[in-house]
């Protein structure tokens, strides 16, 4: 058997090695691969980043355990960049599975960064017929949500004194794997005219290219990609840093396997036509 016609036959564990290496090694290591940061990213981060100390935005959670991976460092980011900012987000959810979950999130980049319940963020909850229920919140927050996640009255928490409805807001950013997305551009962006951006998975984030250049959506943070770049934005590699490295990885591993595989076969079928 031929050098060629061995490495076409290489066993299948092998190969699984070293995937598995090339996950656990750059891990360990802690290799962080150089982030472009595209506009649409830049865009998301320029608007918050602009806003003054104090302003509110909302942010809309909508995911649950399967999107969790793409969706939760690009939550964490956009967390940690308005916490050291000063900016008050208001947290909804219209998607019941994610809810304990978008709960601790929030409180986990809370404690880190110092932030304070009722007064620098609050979570609204969970309320079904998300049309309804956006469409009211442009009237007033407390038609759907007179109180919070935890049964407090809004007007018993410092944040929400003096804010009614979005006009009281400079943005609603919202991070969702459902078709929420198309239910706050229909019924919220465009009855109420506010400013709005969306942190999506990859496979969705091309769907939204086209409102993004008529302007009805002013940033994308598309899939683990986006939060990757978004922590570049704000200097805080993180999961998705982390993540967009070790796949790099994985996928120049996976490509030389194609190639070695390739050539291999080409290899050894060219020596068996000579033979003949």
Request: proline fraction near 5%; include cysteine; charge should be negative.
């Amino acid at each position: 058997m031929t050098f060629f016609e061995k490495i076409t036959l290489i066993d299948r564990r092998i190969v699984f090695i070293v995937i598995a290496l090339a996950v656990i090694i750059p891990l360990l290591l802690r290799v962080d691969l150089p982030i472009k940061v595209t506009p649409e990213v830049k865009k998301v981060y320029d608007i918050i980043d602009e806003l003054p100390p104090g302003s509110v935005i909302v942010m809309p959670c909508e995911y649950a355990p399967d999107t969790m991976a793409e969706l939760e460092p690009m939550l964490f980011a956009v967390l940690r960049h308005c916490f050291r900012k000063d900016i008050k987000v208001i947290g909804c959810l219209f998607f019941p599975t994610g809810v304990k979950l978008i709960e601790q999130e929030f409180k986990q980049i809370a404690e880190e960064q110092g932030a304070v319940y009722g007064e620098d963020y609050v979570l609204l909850g969970y309320r079904p017929y998300p049309a309804v229920v956006i469409m009211s919140m442009g009237q007033d927050f407390r038609q759907s949500f007179p109180e919070d996640y935890y049964g407090t009255s809004l007007d018993a928490l410092p944040m929400m004194k003096g804010v009614k409805n979005y006009d009281d807001t400079e943005l609603v950013l919202t991070i969702n794997a459902t078709s929420g997305v198309d239910f706050w551009l229909i019924y919220g962006r465009e009855r109420y005219g506010f400013r709005y951006a969306l942190g999506v998975t990859a496979v969705m984030a091309a769907d939204y290219y086209s409102y993004l250049n008529s302007g009805q959506v002013e940033g994308i943070i598309g899939g683990l990609k986006g939060a990757a770049e978004y922590e570049s934005l704000i200097d805080y590699g993180d999961l998705a840093t982390m993540g967009m490295s070790i796949q790099s990885f994985v996928h120049i591993v996976i490509v030389l396997f194609i190639i070695i595989g390739n050539v291999g076969y080409f290899a050894s079928r060219g020596k068996q036509r000579g033979r003949r």
